[in-house]
């Protein structure tokens, strides 16, 4: 267990330098000129010459490059290139909105899916199934962003009970947070429920046709103890893969919700950091996202290895 742990880690940090590597280079070869957005076009080529110079553009891509990783090595995230200021503080400062908004997402995934699912999949021949299955496939169809749309027309503007956008800092009030992020969780974790209820339905159904399932029944064991003793475990294993999608499918979701419900967080910044070219602020963001999501890759395959005996046997 201990050898297959490191050799994941020995990947993991391997796929995360190939990942610095090409969210450099991409984002490097984008058009545009960070010095011309800065000064405007009416600049003269002596000013633009001048201002390269300050932000190191005139370097060499391979000097850039090994300077901005190692700055993120020492945690220097580097300063921005338009408001000259330092990243890493207007990072933290976002990911107090968007790290909430994610958690509450996902634990609303989860609480809505996993009953909703496991119950689809024991009652599937049932009328109760089949509803939860197309509610389900239902919420698939939704954009995320739709739906956030109209749970703002019938919560804030019609009811009044939730505000419709903007962010009241934690520092500030923390209950009116806690309420700013209300209907845009709802929004991404519902959709994001949605998906997962089909793949624990799916999950619950295939496992109920196993032999072992069988066997425990034929020992004297109800459905439901069976599935409890000997299913859920077994099922957890594709369950667990799709959660892990479903994970780094709320990043990019949130990226969009944030801007519909003008959220200052990570998505938000991101769209003004790409909007003005500001290159040491896009790839710290794409690569912070990034290794977010081969770290959670990282801990579903160690999961893996501790829900299946199998695996963990395995050379």
Do not use: C
């Not at 496991?118 to 389900?136: E, F, Q, T």
């Not at 700013?180 to 793949?199: D, E, K, N, W």
């Not at 295939?206 to 064991?221: C, N, P, S």
């Not at 459905?223 to 957890?236: E, M, T, W, Y």
Request: zero cysteines.
């Amino acid at each position: 267990m201990a050898v297959q742990v490191t050799v994941r880690l020995g990947i993991l940090v391997v796929s995360l330098l190939a990942a610095s590597v090409l969210v450099f280079a991409v984002v490097n070869v984008l058009p545009g000129d960070p010095a011309t957005v800065v000064l405007g076009t009416n600049a003269t080529p002596q000013s633009l010459h001048a201002l390269r110079q300050q932000m190191g553009l005139d370097q060499p891509a391979w000097e850039r490059y090994l300077a901005w990783l190692g700055g993120l090595l020492h945690g220097d995230f580097g300063v921005s290139l338009l408001s000259r200021s330092p990243v890493g503080a207007d990072i933290q400062e976002k990911l107090g909105v968007s790290g909430p908004l994610a958690l509450l997402a996902s634990a609303l995934a989860l609480a809505v899916s996993l009953p909703l699912g496991v119950l689809a999949g024991v009652r599937y021949r049932r009328l109760s199934g089949s509803l939860i299955s197309a509610l389900s496939l239902g919420g698939i169809a939704i954009p995320a962003f739709w739906f956030g749309l109209l749970l703002v027309t019938v919560f804030a503007i019609k009811l009044r009970l939730l505000p419709a956008g903007g962010f009241v800092p934690w520092s500030e009030d923390p209950l009116a947070a806690l309420r700013s992020l209300l209907l845009p969780a709802v929004a991404l974790g519902l959709i994001q429920a949605a998906v997962l209820t089909r793949f624990v339905r799916s999950a619950v159904v295939e496992v109920q046709r196993e032999d072992f399932i069988r066997t425990a029944r034929a020992k004297g064991l109800t459905r439901g103890q069976a599935l409890r003793r000997h299913g859920l475990r077994n099922a957890a294993i594709p369950v667990v893969t799709v959660l892990g999608i479903q994970l780094t499918s709320l990043l990019v979701g949130a990226v969009v919700i944030e801007n519909v419900f003008v959220l200052p967080g990570l998505g938000r910044l991101l769209f003004q950091a790409v909007g003005n070219r500001d290159l040491v602020t896009v790839q710290d963001l794409v690569v912070l996202l990034t290794s977010v999501v081969l770290v959670v890759n990282f801990l579903v395959d160690i999961s893996y290895r501790l829900l299946d005996p199998r695996i963990r046997a395995a050379r």
